[in-house]
């Protein structure tokens, strides 16, 4: 597991060895000894999508270049993917620094990805340790191993449950109730024998058969050998438990409850861990793994949770994933839905919407935005206006070089919609959200005066 190659968001991979130095192609040995690249090009035609699961083509593009060969181009997908041969591919999405060399930048962006993830409301953990964040050396799988690890030491920090067992058995003293049957075919010989069903306090239940499943499991993929102590380590809790023989089922048996909540994220991941299913899901044949989240739902549920933590104490209510109003009124049809509604203690609406891309310094082209994200926010703007107030209408998108300078940019029509842009700075969230903050007050409080 020592072997990966690290791209970013959008980068192309070639198998091509004569491209191995150049720095517009990532490059992914295609040898007979390690043919990781037609490994990644056998999982993209492998993984299609039906209505449950992704298709690897919407996360990778396999196309032809003259001269180089096969390419395959990255989209807007973060995270990792294991091949077959064990090769790793890690994909950390496109952040701008203000300053760093290539390797600070790097570490930079996987802290702050993992921060990113753990805002997702359906990534199974809502604690990042330190020892986490300080683990950039490693790559995304051992960094998701890790968290996985901790998850269990703190569940058995607390006591694993146990519960009683349904047992049937056969005991030389009697106990719970005799199986008639059973115990004639068995004891005809042995009048000193009872064949009972009985129930027995134990911590073999399904949760804990899962949880030594896939403790087992990552014991036999990490490759780090802090990962490797400490799930020797917490196997030793588990020593009375069985593993899982048939995990689909076990999984069905799990009920988180109040007195099974400690097992509600770590169920989460072994699902991932034990199904090879990935937060984004594949369908296919090939024993690849994928940990793969889309940089749009990343980027607006970390933006969500800063605006919330940031805005509500200055007295604005924060709505997430508004669902208040539709296009169209007779009969409702076509529900809006703008990532962040924020209320003013006036009344006065602003509507935030999230974008993950790069735009350009370039307003003939309007900086390239959509059109269609455009004849979104006029809808929104339309549809939330009172007899008071037009809403404020924002589009956020991460910064990057060149953006970093542009400040003020708005689209105005003259029937009083103003869409603004504003770009975000994920290496100093706080302070660009705090920086929007104060944009809006001020808006807020021009438009009451």
């Known amino acids: 597991m020592n072997q990966y190659l690290e791209v970013r968001e959008f980068d192309c991979i070639t198998g091509n060895p004569d491209y191995e130095q150049d720095p517009r192609y990532k490059y992914l040995p295609d040898t007979k000894k390690t043919p990781a690249f ?18 690897a083509l919407e996360v990778m593009r396999v196309g032809y270049r003259r001269n180089v060969g096969d390419v395959v181009t990255m989209s807007n997908y973060v995270g990792i993917i294991q091949l077959k041969s064990g090769y790793q591919i890690q994909v950390l999405p496109k952040i701008s620094f203000l300053k760093g060399n290539d390797e600070e930048q790097q570490d930079q962006t996987k802290r702050i990805l993992m921060k990113m993830l753990v805002s997702m409301r359906d990534f199974p953990s809502k604690v990042l340790s330190t020892a986490n964040l300080l683990s950039e050396h490693m790559n995304l799988y051992e960094i998701f191993i890790s968290m996985y ?4 030491r703190d569940l058995v920090k607390h006591g694993i ?4 067992i349904p047992k049937e058995s056969n005991e030389r003293f009697f106990k719970g ?10 004891n005809a010989c042995h009048g000193e024998r009872f064949f009972v069903r009985f129930d027995e306090f134990q911590a073999d239940r399904p ?3 899962l949880v030594k499943s896939t403790l087992l499991k990552l014991q036999k993929l990490t490759g780090n050998v802090g990962n490797a102590r400490q799930i020797s380590q917490l196997l030793s809790s588990f020593e009375l438990v069985e593993p899982s023989t048939n995990i689909a089922a076990d999984f069905e048996k799990c009920h988180i409850d109040r007195t099974t909540r400690e097992y509600d994220r770590i169920l989460k991941w072994s699902k991932v861990f034990l199904t090879n299913k990935s937060f984004t899901s594949f369908s296919g044949n090939t024993s690849a793994r994928s940990l793969l989240f889309p940089m749009e739902k990343v980027f607006e549920s970390y933006v969500a949770q800063k605006v919330s933590k940031i805005f509500r104490p200055e ?13 169209f009124d007779e009969p409702k049809q076509f529900k809006l839905r703008p990532d962040i509604v924020i209320t003013a203690a006036n009344g006065q609406k602003t509507i935030l919407d ?3 891309k790069r735009l350009i310094d370039n307003p003939r082209v309007n900086f390239g935005i959509s059109q269609g994200d455009m004849y979104q926010m006029y809808a929104y703007s339309k549809k939330y206006s009172t007899a008071t107030y037009a809403p404020e209408v924002w589009l956020l998108y991460p910064v990057n070089e060149k953006m970093r300078d542009q400040n003020r940019i708005q689209f105005t029509s003259n029937d009083g919609v103003i869409v603004h842009l504003f770009f975000v700075d994920l290496a100093n969230v706080d302070n660009s959200i705090g920086l929007l903050l104060s944009k809006i007050k001020t808006q807020t409080s021009n438009i009451s005066e």
């Open 354 to 356: 999230t974008k993950w």
């Open 161 to 164: 449950k146990s519960a009683y």
């Open 207 to 209: 949760e804990n058969k």
């Open 149 to 152: 690890v901790e998850a269990v």
């Open 315 to 327: 007295g604005f209510d924060v709505s997430l994933q508004d669902s208040g109003y539709y296009l």
């Open 177 to 186: 109730k005799l199986l008639v049957s059973e115990n004639i075919r068995n």
């Open 38 to 55: 037609t490994e990644l090009v056998s999982f993209i035609h492998d993984f299609t999508g039906d209505e449950q699961n992704a298709d």
